[in-house]
């Protein structure tokens, strides 16, 4: 069974920077797609980052530019690199594991709380 566990997460000023890590453990880590997804109050759970077993990148457009994922095959560890966050980026970020070397997401994490704020 998959498990994925999320960490780094916090309170950060407008204009500063986070890194988040997703520790994945069950599965032969290197073969999926992996990603992240957040979720705002009152919001739907929207994709943020994803990464393929190939280490292809899709970013959804609101974070362009701005955040960055990676992973570490040796490490079983995907990361999001945020940098000049707004208070739009607060929500809770989700870590998640394809099926599929390309993505089919089934697999959670429990969420990481981010909250950017003056």
């Known amino acids: 069974q998959v498990q994925l566990v999320e960490s780094g997460g916090g309170l950060v000023q407008p204009g500063g920077s986070l890194r988040l890590s997703c520790a994945a453990s069950?599965?032969?880590?290197?073969?999926?797609?992996m990603g992240w997804y957040r979720q705002a109050p009152g919001k739907q759970r929207e994709l943020v980052a994803r990464?393929?077993?190939?280490?292809?990148?899709v970013y959804a457009d609101s974070v362009k530019g701005r955040f960055t994922i990676s992973r570490d095959n040796a490490k079983n560890t995907v990361y999001l690199q945020m940098n000049s966050l707004s208070p739009e980026d607060t929500a809770v970020y989700y870590c998640?594991?394809?099926?599929?070397?390309?993505?089919?997401?089934?697999?959670w994490g429990q969420g990481t709380q981010v909250t950017v704020s003056s």
């Open positions: 998640t594991q394809g099926t599929t070397e390309w993505g089919g997401f089934t697999s």
């Open positions: 990464i393929t077993s190939g280490a292809s990148t």
């Open positions: 069950g599965s032969v880590f290197s073969r999926y797609a």
